[in-house]
């Protein structure tokens, strides 16, 4: 179900007009949909309840602490890349017991925080860092609970940028080393080996590449088991697409019911970590034309949201509806690009797209949930945008638009 739906010629998020949003608020602000949250993460949890398992929601999608909040409270569990992450997850209200700690270069810090909270797992990516892993833990006289990330070696069709399951990238530990790290780690006193997991990428708009994976996992967890190696729980990280455009990947449940059918050990735990599927389509960035400008062969609507507020398109080279919050239903359409005030030719937000424009009206970014706010910027000294979470007919500021005086926080004048 979609959240933000036109009534009359009215764009809306569940039942407040983005008017209203924007006349409270100000632009740019993300707008968040909690239900359409919520429906996301159930739909996970739905498929998952007939067996041992676990969400970790992807913080690094969406780390607003409101939002983490509403998960915590679902019961939901978190994959964390950071000491921030971590930090925003406690903050949030949630538990420590739930959270995996993901990422290729973990610090000795972020180690004993983690430790310290007494997280589910650390999903380690390398020998040296099993290493480390297991001094630290054993300067605080306990053990550390281990998953190594496999690199399975399987092409997820995705962006270049955002693959990460194929041999020649950065993460975890390739499947054919993955005995030997193994082994070292069962060596390694102050270690306990409780699973194993994997990603192979983000946007992934069909099942086949997260199947593949898992198929090879599986085999490797029996080779593993013959070695004496027994594991606990199996991860089959995140990265299930949403629809920005025309995509069509398959429902969480659907998802969920046709990767689970490879493991057929019912006692494993199944943990999963997606991100952008319970998020993205759950957000639109809100912004204002402040110019429309006519430039004979090119039309630009000139806005006052940008790259620094939504990277994506220039990075990823994404495409992100963009709909008029008013329908102008019978006035003509023309193609603009809608473009923000920095200085870059890469400032866009869309190109080419057809909309019936006039300076001073809303537009909406949508599918903006996901890796939206979480990777702004203060690039050219902007402020950051607000964030709005709209629940039925109540709107909250989750986060106030930043003030100028904090842009130079902690900077300091020589003496
Ligand atoms: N687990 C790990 C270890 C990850 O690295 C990621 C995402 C996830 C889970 C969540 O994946 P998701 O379900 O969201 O696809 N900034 C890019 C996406 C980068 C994804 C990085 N890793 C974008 O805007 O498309």
Known sequence: ????????????????????????????CYVYSRSAIEQQW???????????????????????????????????????VSAGEL???????????????SGVGKQAQEME??????????????????????TVAGQLHCK?????????????????YISTG???????VGIEEAETVYRTAAGLEHLQITGIDCHIGSQITSTGPHIDATRRIIRLMARLKSAGINLKH??????????????????????????????????????????????????????TVLYVKEAGHKNFAIVDAAMNDLIRPVLYDAWQQILSVRQHISSP???????????????????????????????????AGAYGFAMSSNYNSRTRAAEVLVDQDQMYEIRQREHIEELYRGEQILP
């Open 42 to 80: 159930r739909s996970y949890e739905l498929a998952l309840a007939s067996r041992p398992h676990l969400i970790c929601y992807a913080v690094k999608a969406n780390s607003n602490i409101a939002i983490l909040n509403l998960l915590a409270r679902l019961g939901s569990g978190f994959d964390v």
């Open 1 to 28: 179900m979609n959240y933000f739906t036109y009534q009359q010629d009215q764009l809306y998020a569940e039942k407040i007009p983005f008017v209203d949003i924007a006349q409270r608020f100000g632009t740019p």
């Open 234 to 287: 199996i991860d089959i990280g995140g990265g299930l697409g949403i629809t920005y455009a025309d995509e069509t990947p398959p429902d969480p449940s659907v998802f969920i019911n046709e990767v689970t059918r490879e493991i057929t050990d019912d006692s494993i735990e199944v943990l999963i970590e997606p991100g952008r599927s319970i998020v993205g389509n759950a957000g639109v960035l809100l912004t």
């Open 87 to 101: 930090a925003r997850v406690i903050k949030a209200g949630g538990d420590p017991r739930k959270v995996v700690f």
């Open 113 to 134: 925080m983690a430790l310290r909270a007494g997280i589910k797992c650390f999903n380690v990516e390398s020998i040296p860092e099993l290493h480390l892993l297991n």
């Open 144 to 160: 550390a609970p281990v998953s190594i990330r496999v690199n399975p070696d399987v092409d997820a069709n995705t962006h270049p």
């Open 166 to 172: 194929l041999k020649e990238n950065k993460f975890g």
């Open 333 to 367: 359409k023309r193609a603009y690009d809608v473009v923000g005030p920095i200085c870059e030719t890469g400032d866009f937000l869309g190109l080419d797209r057809m909309l019936t424009i006039a300076s001073g009206d809303l537009l909406a970014i949508c599918s």
